[in-house]
């Protein structure tokens, strides 16, 4: 039987990635500090094939005990995928999000990341094909302002993906991520908004409603992350999942020339303009 660990597994993208890969079949470990979210999904989906246990993926110990007990009861006491998706969010003018709210962004998006690669490696190893899967971001393509660090963690993912993707080839385990653009999630209405100019946040149905219904950045569900997570699994050569495709434009811009996204970027939001004397 095959299996997954997926962290942030309690809502959102991960939730629906441990409701996919239970339905295919695999043994499904699902972490989260959302005591609740793991309880209403070991309701929904029952025991069977199903391990949960609360755990702050900033805490390496916690972390790392979490994998070690679920890899015990699989077969052969390897690990067939490594999903590292528990991510927060900061939102507002870089000088306005608290130090310390910005690193909690880090510890969680990054360097929770880092652990769970060094966590999970020994089981991966000892799994012919097995991937580490980590959850990118859109803003892993460009910087974005008003979510400066967390824009940066995601480009730190995309980066430690593609890194090991090439050292960890001599392990036989292979590693991709995926990058996300606007996915109906909690983290859309949650996120803290620590400058007073973005008003208050909008309630899920007030983001569904304005939101674009087309293009790169149109609304999508959780599952098509999931989704591309199973995808992701079953194709060994591509590295980078975008979710929609049409976010790659984005990479392929830059790629030619910064300046130009630097400059559309910038007229999308007139909050950016100098202000004038």
């Known amino acids: 039987m095959k299996s997954v660990f997926i962290t942030g597994a309690g809502s959102g993208m991960g939730r629906e990635g441990a409701k996919l890969f239970h339905a295919k079949g695999w043994r499904v470990g699902a972490v989260d ?17 199903l391990w949960t246990r609360a755990v702050d993926v900033t805490d390496k110990a916690a972390l790392d005990g979490a994998l070690a007990d679920f890899c015990a009861g699989n ?5 067939d995928m490594m999903w590292n998706n528990a991510g927060i969010g900061e939102s507002g003018w870089f000088e306005d ?62 980066g430690l993906t593609e890194a090991l993707s090439v050292e960890w080839q001599r392990h036989g385990v292979r590693v991709a991520d995926v990058l996300p653009g606007l996915i109906d999630t909690a983290i859309l209405t949650t996120t803290t908004n ?22 790169m950045m149109r609304l999508m569900p959780a599952s098509s992350v999931a989704e591309a997570a199973w995808q992701a699994y079953h194709d060994p050569k591509r590295l980078h999942w975008y979710v ?32 004038r004397q």
């Open 194 to 215: 620590h400058s007073d100019d973005g008003g208050p946040a909008m309630s899920a149905e007030e983001l569904r409603a304005r939101a674009p219904k087309k293009g």
């Open 33 to 49: 500090r959302n005591e609740d979210g793991l309880a209403t999904l070991r309701q929904e989906l029952g025991d069977d094939r």
């Open 97 to 158: 999000v608290p130090y310390d709210a910005s690193m909690r962004v880090v510890e969680v998006n990054f360097k929770a990341v880092l652990t769970g690669a060094y966590a999970s490696l020994p089981y991966l190893k000892k799994t012919p094909g097995s991937l580490m899967f980590s959850t990118s971001s859109s803003s892993g393509t460009y910087g974005m302002p008003r979510i400066a660090v967390y824009s940066s963690t995601k480009h730190a993912v995309k």
């Open 75 to 79: 077969d052969g006491g390897g690990l």
């Open 244 to 275: 929609p495709k049409s976010i790659r434009v984005i990479d392929l811009l830059k790629g030619l020339s910064p300046e130009f996204v630097r400059g559309r970027i910038a007229k999308s939001l007139p909050a950016l303009m100098p202000k």
